[in-house]
């Protein structure tokens, strides 16, 4: 069984930058891709970001690419998720996810494992 705590959220300017963190234990963190998505009030889930095991492939929601990045750090079983250029339409609680695939995969059926979630607020 595999938890996933995340932290770094917080209040925000528009244009500031946030990094979350996503740390995972009692797994093997190495061999999990792993995401983010995030949820705003009134909406469904929406897929963020995604990073292979190795970190070598990554993938991005349209409304984030550029802005957005994912990276991990196996040695330390965490991912991160830096947002630069943020908006208030990234308001949201964002969760990271782990799937013991190697899918790469936008869809939140293919994870496996989800985290409690942090808050971010952007204010305008």
């Known amino acids: 069984q595999v938890q996933l705590v995340e932290s770094g959220g917080g209040l925000v300017q528009a244009g500031g930058s946030l990094r979350l963190s996503c740390a995972a234990s009692?797994?093997?963190?190495?061999?999990?891709?792993m995401g983010w998505f995030r949820q705003a009030p009134g909406k469904e889930r929406e897929f963020v970001a995604a990073?292979?095991?190795?970190?070598?492939?990554?993938r991005y929601a349209d409304s984030v690419k550029g802005r957005f990045t994912i990276s991990r750090d196996n040695a330390k079983n965490t991912v991160y998720l830096q947002m630069n250029s943020l908006k208030p339409e990234d308001t949201a609680v964002y969760y990271c996810a782990a799937q013991r695939g190697a899918i790469l995969s936008s869809s939140r059926a293919i994870y496996d494992y989800w985290g409690q979630g942090t808050q971010v607020t952007v204010s305008s």
């Open positions: 990073i292979t095991w190795n970190g070598s492939i990554t």
């Open positions: 009692g797994g093997t963190f190495s061999t999990y891709a």
